[in-house]
């Protein structure tokens, strides 16, 4: 008896060894001269599905905590007042942490899982392109303010939400992927607005269900080098 | 208690864990998958961003007749999708309220609305009377790097071809022309050999006098995810201020400002004397020279220099180094020697790619063109250039720099294709322009300080100031702001928005902004992108390449700018391309770059392609089969390596003036911020310019942080708000100020010393106080 449960024990781990094997190497491999070849991401294609997934594993602890009730009821203003223009990137609306710092773990303790940040009172929203570490090349903070010269600017109406195509038919995606194809960083944590907020965060793969209704025409010939 | 039972599930369960996470890398999911987008109302554009150099490929939103979003063009190799603050909300601008709609005319002190004819009527008449009166090099241009092609074009073939004056300067002076210098004396040719495409090639990163977090940050992030996707990649920041760039590097190295000079000769020697060096490499495809030392720093009106080049052997070069060891320039560079030894053990490490990228804390410099030299040494030693991957890259600041600035030629000594010095380049223009050969001068007259040293002078008597702001962006403005306010010289400003040189203007001209005209930009890496008019000017507002025609055509020269209203961009476009046709700059014709975004020269027709790197016959169909590396800029197909020693700044930190003043930008602001500083976003996160200063220091003066303090230096000051242990940290005895704040102008202190091969001022050093206000 005992003898068999160290012969499975070793061949388990002499499987898993070369299964480690084999992939280091190939990974290794992909990694080294022959990645010449740099694809070219194509705008007039859906974005691809596997960001979609970028949070999966931690859907059912997105769910818990929405579940948990401990989150703040922001309204979609506020969502929408922080951007130039939607789809532009939001302003950083707290103090910026260390101004040297470009970004990266600074930011990312918080924003990375969408945690409670006791020093604002509020849980932060998820990035979704936590792999992007420079934050302030595009998130500045707001230090004024005034203007330097008066401006009129004005930003388009922000995407319909909750568009249906039947009656109880899931709603479609109005706004464009182009790095937001994260789907439950910004509708389940727990500062997503309620009216944009998720109800089944662990019915992990989105787009099963939820088309793309895109409102962008005219899109620029294909290009691929 | 762990029984057996339970140990060997868990191992079971571990051993089928660790598998199965290997594999992750591996997983696909299902592909991209084509589909039509269903028609609604915002359209998009493509187009390169107004800003930088990187030339990032920008989509601009459209909807009823104004931009409404910005978003990154994935389909542009050089950003990928990504772009920075000041692309996103770029078109944020238009809608500033103070933008130029009519043109404006001073009379008895005021300005006066008047319509465009009567404007360029004006503009005309003096000019022709001016050339009347007291010559044709009374006259002056004065365009910039972020003119479009054609608008650069014209402007040439309008003082050179047409009036026959050399007076056509550009502000890329100010920025890029110890890079052209450096290129031109090593190579023979001008611009980068790589390309963006290096950085998924390179092990290390050397980024010399350059905050690209804050620069280039769409490079800098791109550079950071090879890091995250590759191991070994390492970031090497060389600066004389610790900055965000320092932050996310591997190693910050501070040296003391000048001190570049012997940290690069010092990594020479020790690439000699371990015997790193790349022989077969050396023997085949370099030469030695030597030049003239003592300068001088061009402080004096009517400075002139000329270098003796002198040909010389690897043996005295390296005796020449000797001079160099590391540890006797600790004391000139302030760096520890083992830090200079681990980086020329990086640059000579034949396993590693290296890529060196620089800025302006090389090319501002009064010895500017060396220090450019002087890296490309470092890679031509080692063998380390024109391959993926490895080379030296000089970045640029502003979006044509490249493209209109350096290959149209907007500069006194250039013409489209070579230099008004050589009989061949002036015939070649004359018979493209069909002007007599005799009408193009043969002799360059001012280079940018100069040419406004002559207006204070009251040698120029009218100037035609084309998109840029020198009020702003010169040194030592103290003196030229003053010079150009005179009533001697007649000026013309056309802008997109009032600034300090709108200010002093006897005639302003609405200027139509990037997307409200179509054009060409070329970037740092050689890349030609083209864009469409995507939204009206407002009021009379008119493209520069068109105010520039119209001017012309008053002044007899109608036949010579045959040009329509409509297409004019694309038929000059069409005209400049006969200037570097031929295998080594051939440029993309407009049917390929309305296409695709943009393509790098010497594009390859036959194939569609571009040449990604120059100088290797692998890549490069201009090179000599026969040789691997062809530096065929130069006759016998070999690069320089330059003997440049080490010589002092002009003014050091003394006890009247005990700081190094260090000038630069932010990511927020662009130059000199008429645009950026009129976007709500950006204006909010930085509203106003401040003064860098060492907390040992700050302390010792009894300075807080955001207290005034006055910058005094012996030509101007300036009050602005201490910043102490914030953005940036100089080192001690150094202080940092962003110069694009009208308000707190920093450039009346500067000094309008100048590298005397390239003359380019040197924006980054000079002596001031600091006093508490």
Redesign the interface.
């Known amino acids: 008896m005992k003898q068999r449960y160290i012969i499975i024990g070793f061949w388990a781990l002499l499987s898993a060894a070369s299964a480690i094997i084999v992939n280091t190497s190939l990974v290794e491999e992909r990694s080294g001269e022959n990645f010449d070849v740099i694809a070219q991401p194509d705008s007039n294609t859906l974005p691809a599905e596997e960001e979609v997934f970028k949070l999966a594993d931690k859907a059912l602890e997105l769910k818990q905590l929405l579940e948990s009730g401990q989150n703040v009821n922001k309204e979609l203003t506020a969502y929408y007042s922080r951007r130039a223009y939607p789809g532009a990137p939001p302003v950083i609306p707290h103090p910026a942490g260390e101004e040297r710092s470009p970004g990266g773990k600074d930011c990312l303790q918080c924003h990375r899982h969408g945690d409670y940040a006791p020093a604002y009172g509020a849980f932060a929203p998820i990035t979704p392109h936590p792999e992007l570490i420079s934050c302030k090349q595009c998130h500045v903070p707001v230090t004024t303010t005034g203007n330097f010269v008066a401006n009129t600017w004005s930003s388009t109406a922000a995407p319909g939400s909750g568009q249906q195509a039947l009656p109880g038919s899931p709603p479609v995606i109005t706004h464009g992927l182009q790095m937001r194809s994260n789907c439950l960083a910004c509708h389940a944590s727990s500062a997503t607005p309620a009216k944009i907020r998720v109800t089944h965060p662990e019915r992990v793969n989105c787009r099963q269900c939820h088309a793309i209704k895109n409102n962008e025409k005219n899109v620029p010939e294909i290009w691929t080098r | 208690m762990m029984n057996?039972?339970i140990?060997?599930k868990k191992?079971?369960a571990?051993?089928?864990m660790?598998?199965a996470a290997?594999?992750v890398?591996?997983i696909l999911?299902?592909?991209?998958?084509?589909?039509d987008?269903?028609?609604?109302?915002?359209?998009?554009?493509?187009a390169p961003c107004r800003f930088c150099g990187v030339g990032c490929g920008i989509?601009v939103?459209t909807?009823a007749g104004r931009a409404?979003?910005?978003?990154?063009?994935?389909?542009c190799?050089v950003n990928?999708?990504?772009?920075?603050?000041k692309g996103?909300?770029q078109i944020?601008c238009t809608?500033?309220?103070?933008r130029l709609t009519k043109p404006l005319i001073k009379k008895n002190g005021k300005y006066v609305e008047v319509t465009m004819k009567e404007a360029l009527d004006l503009v005309a008449a003096k000019m022709q009377e001016t050339i009347k009166k007291y010559g044709k090099d009374s006259v002056a241009m004065y365009t910039s790097g972020q003119s479009t092609i054609p608008e650069g074009y014209v402007a040439s073939k309008f003082m050179k071809g047409a009036i026959g004056t050399n007076n056509l300067e550009c502000n890329a002076r100010l920025c890029m022309a110890s890079a052209v210098a450096g290129f031109l004396t090593t190579f023979g040719a001008d611009e980068p050999m790589g390309c963006y495409?290096d950085i998924?090639h390179a092990d290390v990163f050397v980024l010399w006098g350059n905050n690209m977090?804050e620069m280039h940050?769409?490079l800098?992030?791109r550079m950071?995810?090879n890091r995250?996707?590759?191991?070994n990649v390492k970031i090497i920041d060389l600066a004389t201020r610790?900055?965000?760039?320092s932050?996310?590097a591997d190693i910050s190295i501070l040296f003391k400002p000048q001190g570049d000079l012997a940290i690069a000769n010092a990594i020479c020697y020790e690439l000699i004397n371990n015997n790193w060096l790349d022989k077969n490499f050396i023997e085949k495809h370099v030469v030695f020279f030597k030049g003239k030392t003592g300068l001088g720093y061009g402080l004096e009106d009517k400075f002139a220099f000329k270098d003796e080049p002198e040909a010389i052997d690897f043996d005295q070069y390296k005796a020449f180094l000797n001079d160099y060891r590391p540890d006797k320039v600790e004391a000139l560079t302030g760096v520890p020697a083992k830090e200079i030894k681990y980086l020329a053990a990086l640059y000579g490490d034949p396993n590693l790619k290296v890529v060196t990228y620089w800025c302006m804390g090389i090319n501002q410099h009064t010895r500017g063109t060396w220090a450019n030299n002087l890296i490309y040494n470092i890679h031509l030693l080692t063998g380390k250039i024109s391959q993926?991957g490895n080379g030296p890259f000089s970045l640029t600041g502003q979006p044509s720099a490249c493209g209109t600035a350096r290959e149209v030629g907007t500069f006194t000594h250039k013409l489209p294709k070579g230099v008004v010095t050589n009989k061949k380049s002036r015939e070649l223009a004359a018979k493209i322009w069909k002007v007599p050969y005799e009408r193009i001068p043969d002799k360059p007259t001012y280079h940018t300080t100069e040419m406004f040293r002559a207006i204070d002078r009251g040698d120029i008597r009218f100037i035609w100031i084309q998109s840029t702001n020198p009020l702003v962006s010169l040194p030592r403005t103290s003196r030229y702001r003053p010079a150009l306010a005179k009533d001697s010289c007649f000026v013309v400003v056309s802008d997109v928005f009032p600034t300090p040189t709108t200010d002093v203007a006897d005639v302003i001209l609405p200027a139509a902004w990037h997307i409200e005209k179509s054009g060409l930009y070329g970037n740092s890496e050689r890349r030609t992108q083209y864009w469409d008019k995507m939204i009206e000017p407002p009021g009379e507002a008119l493209p520069d390449a068109w105010m520039t025609i119209e001017v012309a055509r008053r002044m007899g020269f109608a036949k010579l700018f045959p040009y329509s209203k409509e297409k004019h961009h694309e038929e000059i476009y069409n005209e400049y391309r006969q200037f570097h046709a031929g295998k080594k700059h051939n440029m993309a014709p407009l049917s390929v770059l309305k296409?695709?975004?943009g393509a790098i020269w010497p594009y390859i027709e036959e194939t569609g392609r571009s040449t990604l790197w120059r100088y290797n016959s692998r890549y490069d169909p201009a090179c000599d089969t026969t040789k691997d590396f062809d530096f065929y800029g130069k006759p016998n197909g070999k690069a320089v390596i330059w003997l440049r020693p080490y010589e002092p700044a002009p003014e050091m930190p003394d006890n009247e003036y005990p700081f190094w003043l260090n000038t630069g930008r932010v990511?927020?602001h662009w130059h000199t911020g008429s645009m950026t500083?009129?976007?709500?976003?950006?204006?909010?996160?930085?509203?106003h310019a401040y003064v860098e200063i060492h907390p040992a220091d700050a302390k010792r003066l009894g300075i807080k942080h955001n207290q005034k303090v006055k910058v005094i230096s012996r030509r101007g000051q300036t009050v602005l708000p201490a910043s102490v242990n914030?953005?940036?940290?100089p080192t001690p005895g150094q202080v940092f100020v962003p110069f694009f704040d009208e308000n707190m102008l920093i450039n009346d202190t500067t000094l309008d010393a100048f590298c005397p091969i390239s003359k380019e001022p040197d924006f980054k050093k000079c002596a001031v106080r600091i006093e508490k206000v």
């Not at chain 2, 999911?29 to 589909?35: G, L, N, T």
């Open positions: 057996r039972r140990f060997i191992t079971a571990f051993s089928a660790a598998a290997t594999m890398p591996g999911f299902a592909h991209e998958q084509k589909h987008n269903p028609a609604s109302d915002i359209t998009w554009h493509k989509l939103g909807q409404v979003a910005v978003k990154g063009d994935p389909n190799s990928k999708g990504l772009l920075c603050v996103y909300h944020m809608s500033a309220s103070d495409e998924e977090a940050p769409v800098f992030s950071l995810d995250l996707r590759r191991k610790t900055t965000r760039t932050k996310a993926p296409k695709q975004s990511i927020e500083r009129r976007i709500p976003v950006l204006h909010q996160a930085v509203p914030d953005r940036g940290l």
